[in-house]
């Protein structure tokens, strides 16, 4: 692990026990709806979600399907095992980082991803990695805050992302559709639900 990984995880591990409430406002306003667009797209029988976090996708896992969550940090993942138990749901939680997935070549059906390549280190080393382990002609789902297309909010983003980066280990300037399109996947779709703030990312391998 490079040492700025290791900073951004330690950051994580920090926030963890408290991610929840620090995310409740943004969560019921804009979140839910965005999340449960993204994991609609799923198919396939064997899934990855990546950067599970606490858990908070878990309410909108499909049924029937297998699925292996992971994440860099043991904080993180101590909170998604609590969820797990609460919610009864079968789902295999392991620490790992995304940009060394420990899987084989050609795995899973589709991987998915919210809110996870902002903090990433290397985003394109992660995406690459996604890629890698997605089957041929597997989905790779993505739903991702991005720098604003609008100039002026873009400027304050720019502004506010050391900050950001500090105290959450978030960076509020990627531009991740264009690091998508830069990995060499079939086809990339940004989903009409998209903002200039917040997009649903459809990546075909
Ligand atoms: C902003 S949180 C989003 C969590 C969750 N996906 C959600 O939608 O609420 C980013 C998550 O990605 C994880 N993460 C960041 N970089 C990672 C990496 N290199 N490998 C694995 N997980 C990582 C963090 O530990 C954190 O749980």
């Known amino acids: 692990m490079t040492p700025q990984t290791d900073i951004i995880k330690k950051r994580y591990d920090r926030i963890a026990p408290y991610f929840d409430r620090i995310e409740s406002m943004m969560e019921k306003m804009m979140f839910g ?11 396939g029988e064997n899934i990855l979600e990546v950067g599970v976090g606490t858990g908070k996708n878990f309410a909108y896992y499909p049924a029937n399907k297998t699925i292996t969550a992971i994440d860099f940090s043991p904080v993180m993942i101590q909170e998604a095992k609590k969820k797990r138990i609460n919610l009864s749901l079968d789902v295999e939680l392991l620490e790992m980082d995304v940009q060394a997935l420990d899987f084989s070549d050609n795995h899973f059906d589709c991987v998915i991803g919210t809110f996870l390549f902002c903090s990433v280190p290397d985003p ?5 990695e996604l890629k890698r382990v997605c089957k041929p002609g597997g989905e790779v789902l993505l739903l991702e805050h991005v720098l604003s297309t609008n100039k002026f909010i873009a400027s304050v983003m720019q502004l506010l992302n050391p900050l950001t980066v500090r105290l959450v280990g978030a960076n509020i300037n990627r531009q991740t559709v264009k690091t998508v399109q830069a990995c060499g996947f079939s086809s990339v779709e940004v989903l009409a639900s998209s903002s200039h703030l917040v997009k649903l990312i459809k990546a075909i391998k």
């Open 33 to 43: 709806d965005l999340r449960a667009r993204i994991w609609q797209q799923v198919k």
């Open 124 to 128: 394109e080393q992660g995406l690459r």
